[in-house]
Each structure stands twice: as C-alpha cells, then as structure tokens.
C-alpha cells in the first residue's frame, strides 16, 4: 500500500514538473515575412500574434519579424527547413522549386478578379495545392490575399507595345519571367527588399506589384506611372514546417489551426479594402499618374501575355488550368 502511495506520488509529482517545464518554456513562432506591416499579410502576422496572445494562456509565444528583418526571400523557405523559423507566408511566385504546379497562379489573365482567385483556392484542386508540398517538408496552412497587379513604369504603359525594351523587376519565377518576354520587355529577377532601390538607381524601368506593395515600400515615389491591368494576381500560401507542425500537441495544433482559420477570414476580407485605401493614397500624393485601360486595351495585353500559358500547361497541368478557369464563374 506505502509502495503504491509513494509510487502514485512520485508520478503526479513528475507529472507537475513536467507541467511546470510547460508553463515555463512556451512554443516560440517566428512569423517571418518581406512586406511593411501595414499590409494584408503584415497585418494578418499581427493578428495571428495577438488572438494566440490572448487565447493560449502563454503555451505559445509568437514573434513577428516584417520588412525581411529576419529573413529575405531568398533565404526564408530554406529557413523554413531548417527550423530557424517556423511560419512564412510567401507570394505564390516563389514556390516553384517545391511544386511547379503552384505556378498556376502566375499565369497571366488568368483570373478575372480576386474573387475567382478567392473560389479556386477554396475549390478541391485548390486546397489540394497546400498538403502538395508535404513529401518535401512544407505544410500550407490556408492562402491569403493580398491582390490584383499593376504595372508600373517610368513610361507610361498603354499598349504592349509601350513595355518593349523596358527592364521589369520579377519575383523568382519563371512564369513572370517569360510574361514580359512574351512583351520583348527584359525580366530582371530581384528580391523585394532591393525593388525600391532598383527602381530609384534605374537598374530597373518598372515592376508588378497590388497598390498595397507599391504604397508600403513607396515605390510610388519612383515611378511616374502606374497601368491598371489587374494582369495576375500576387497572393500568398502560409506554410510551416511540416515536421515542426505534426510534433506540436495536439491541442496546441488545433488551436493554432482554429486561429489561423480566423485570421485568415479577416485578412481576405480586408485585403481589397486596403489595396483601394492604398490606390488612393498614391493619387493623394501627386506623384503618380493612374493609367485606366479600356477593355479593348486590356484585351491587347491578355493576347501579348497569354501565349505564356501554353509554354507552362505541361508543368501545371491541363485540368488544373481548367479548374481555375471555371472559378471565374460565380456559383
Ligand atoms: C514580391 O516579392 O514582390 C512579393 O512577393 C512581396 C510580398 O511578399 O508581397
């Protein structure tokens, strides 16, 4: 009876050590990303801080690192690996070398607007995208918004026509590279901390990017132009570490999970709004010229672009091209 006494107490005994080492030693996160923090997935990062601040009783801490204070593009996803961080959130463009089939979301005029974009990530063929990644270590945990992108440039761009010759920062993407060579434009890749800087020093003419980029890094400040072509879309997978994440408790991951959901709904809603928000902030500031295309117009640049799509179908797939194509009808 002693025995089973002093045995029973020596494992709640343990066990309180156990919970105390809990208590002491949270889960640490770091968000890592590239962009200001007054942006979609800036303040998507912030969110995701403050509802695990409040919810989970200190049993994880997140740290958020913007503007690739942490880490930059080239070296996140690698970091990523190596568990030096733990959730990244990149721009779609940046996973072709984990998933060609990701590159879908490059493809020139392929979405009519955010919404589709919005309904084919939410599709079965989309979803199926963020578990596409798991064999080499990467587990998406849902897409956010950012939005449709623009074309800036030093000259103003009204016809395809207008881009030859220019040289035009690119993320690292093969899509977006041969998108302005089907333009005789020359694609220049480039990380997105050295984009403003590349535009004011004239290593590059112009660049893409949703108003929300543009305004944040004040790359309005250094282009004359701005040619609405809602051309593509620039959105973002956040991942993690799928072996970081399937070794978390399991109350712990699906709290973490219950949260991400949330701010991911908050993050696409307000994504539009804050791109509108920006667009008018650069119209307020005098510096930029807004350039509105007329159907026929914007009809010339999806013909210039949309023989890209041809070039990629055997690496993304047909079916999945239709997939997305279908998204542009609403149910
Ligand atoms: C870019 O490199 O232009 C974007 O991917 C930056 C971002 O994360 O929005």
């Not at 578990?131 to 016809?159: D, F, R």
């Not at 026509?161 to 899509?175: E, P, T, Y």
């Not at 949309?306 to 179908?313: G, Y």
């Amino acid at each position: 009876m002693f025995k089973f006494t002093a045995k029973a107490l020596a494992c709640a005994l343990s066990l309180s050590i156990a919970g105390m080492a809990q208590a002491a030693d949270p889960i640490t996160i770091k968000f890592a990303h590239v962009v200001a923090e007054h942006t979609p997935k800036g303040q998507g990062a912030l969110l995701f801080k403050k509802l695990v601040d409040e919810r989970m009783d200190g049993k994880v801490t997140v740290q958020v690192y913007p503007n690739s204070s942490l880490f930059g593009d080239g070296k996140e996803m690698e970091a990523l690996l190596l568990g030096d961080v733990q959730i990244i959130a990149p721009s779609l463009a940046k996973f072709e070398h984990y998933t060609k089939q990701i590159q879908i979301f490059d493809l020139p005029f392929l979405f009519n607007d955010i919404n589709a974009v919005d309904r084919f990530q939410q599709s079965p063929e989309g979803k199926a995208l963020l578990t596409s990644m798991e064999s080499k270590g990467i587990t998406g945990l849902g897409y956010w918004h950012n939005g449709m992108k623009q074309l800036s440039a030093n000259k103003k761009l009204v016809e395809p026509k207008d881009a030859r010759g220019l040289k035009f920062r690119v993320q690292a993407s093969a899509v977006l590279d041969e998108q302005f060579k089907a333009l005789r434009a020359a694609p220049r890749k480039m990380s997105f901390a050295e984009v403003y800087q590349g535009l004011q020093t004239g290593v590059v003419n112009g660049a893409e990017n949703p108003y929300s980029n543009i305004y944040s890094q004040k790359m309005h400040e250094v282009q004359k132009f701005i040619t609405e072509t809602d051309h593509g879309v620039l959105d973002y997978m956040v991942i993690t570490n799928t072996k970081f994440w399937e070794g978390l408790p399991e109350d712990v991951r699906s709290e973490l999970t219950a949260i991400l959901a949330e701010v991911t709904i908050e993050v696409n809603k307000q994504a539009e709004a804050l791109n509108q928000k920006d667009k008018q902030r650069i119209i307020d500031a005098g510096t930029t010229e807004i350039v509105t295309l007329t159907p026929e117009q914007r009809e010339e640049w999806r013909e210039a672009m949309r023989p890209v799509w041809k070039k990629f179908e055997g690496e993304i797939g047909a079916d999945l091209i239709k997939a997305a194509e279908a998204a542009n009808q609403a149910n």
